[in-house]
């Protein structure tokens, strides 16, 4: 068992150790388990996501299983640097599923207000695709409420230069310090863009489309208008897609439900 306080590991079976603090299991292969205080979080949701910390995986960093159809939602603070819009990117996944009426009750304009930035964006309710997703520890985390709602500072986004491009299928550099893996035998849904460059949808969205379902997504090809030439196609892994970016920024797209790609780097 571990320390709720320490995060100290106390059962060791030969260089591995398990830790347990209700219901979550952290593995690391020597030393203590840390982060229990940031996974405890996500597993206190009751929704079934598990973390491992596992030193032959990310490099260390804490990894989280169980994402796939798992429900958030993010809130977008915007601000001016350096003759661009950056936003700071806010999420509530393993605090709290976004509850709807929660959701539907915030107000973009008096966030704005409230916060003092440029602009609010709402962004949600959306749904994980990946199965998993290993992150670079950054400090303690930054929390925060919205209406009812917590989240947590997740990323920093560049919009672009004023007036930012907010059109379908425009990218954008995300800096998360993450690596997303779909598991073999997953099933996923990609854009591909001429040039050869791929991008793999990293979640679904219901906020242009209420309806819109994870069983929809193999065919909504025929929904979108994607610029000339590129196509959209599902296809099911026949081995670990692994889409890494540490060290580097992430590159993003959304199409016009926005549903959210990120660009593939190979691990």
């Known amino acids: ?28 292969l020597q030393g203590q ?32 299983e169980g994402l796939r159809g798992k429900r958030y939602c993010e809130v977008l603070l915007a601000t001016v640097k350096d003759a661009r819009l ?29 916060r003092g930035v440029i ?16 992150k670079q520890p950054s400090g303690e985390r930054q929390i925060t409420k919205f209406g009812s709602i917590e989240m947590f ?22 800096a998360r310090a993450t690596v997303f893996e779909y598991s073999k035998g997953a099933e996923v849904y990609e854009l591909l863009a001429p040039g050869g460059n791929v991008y793999v949808m990293q979640a679904y969205s219901q906020q242009n489309d209420a309806t819109l379902m994870e069983r929809d997504l193999a065919s909504l090809g025929s929904r979108l208008k994607p610029p000339p030439g590129w196509t959209y196609r599902a296809r099911t892994l ?16 959304q199409d016009e439900l926005m549903n959210t790609y990120s660009l593939v780097q190979s691990n």
């Open 1 to 28: 068992m571990a320390d709720p306080r320490t995060g100290a590991c106390h059962v060791r079976t030969r260089s591995a150790c398990s830790c347990a603090c209700g219901g979550l299991r952290l593995v690391r």
């Open 33 to 64: 388990c840390g982060a229990i205080d940031v996974w405890r979080r996500i597993q206190r949701d009751g929704r079934g996501a598990e973390a491992i910390w596992d030193t032959d995986r990310g490099a260390g960093w804490p990894r989280v």
């Open 86 to 114: 950056n936003a700071q990117v806010h999420n509530s996944y393993g605090l709290n599923d976004c509850p709807a009426d929660a959701w539907k009750a915030l107000d973009a304009a008096a966030i704005k207000t409230e």
């Open 119 to 134: 602009a609010a964006l709402l962004n949600g309710p959306r749904y994980w695709l990946m199965d998993a997703i290993e």
């Open 153 to 174: 500072l997740a990323a920093t986004v560049d919009l672009g230069p004023i007036p930012p491009n907010l059109a379908p299928y425009a990218e954008h550099q995300v």
């Open 238 to 253: 026949d081995s670990t897609l692994r889409v890494s970016y540490a060290g580097v920024e992430a590159t993003v797209i």
